[in-house]
């Protein structure tokens, strides 16, 4: 397994786990920021553990909190927004390109 410290700046830490077949990528995005809109080859699934947020997935918006599953179907766009005081953290799983 492979660990990369992906990003790490003002708007959030991005850590990924890399097994060459399987991605899990943990995210701590800080309170009023938000990542840039993208999508993926593959469906991607998002686990909420810790905090409050919004997901865009498509042209569909939802708020989010702790506990929750988000599927981010193939080619879908899709981004995430901090709404809460506190870092929102979630881990993300996909199959590897």
Known sequence: ??????????????????????????????????????????????FIANGVGKIQVGLDEKIVKSGEFIHVPCKAFHRVWNTGLDDLVFVCGWIHD
């Open 1 to 46: 397994m492979t660990y990369l410290i992906r990003k790490d700046n003002k708007t959030y830490k991005v850590e990924d786990f890399d097994t060459g077949e399987y991605v899990l990528s943990v995210t701590r995005l800080y309170p009023e920021r938000n990542t840039i809109g993208h999508w993926h080859d593959n469906d991607e699934v998002y």
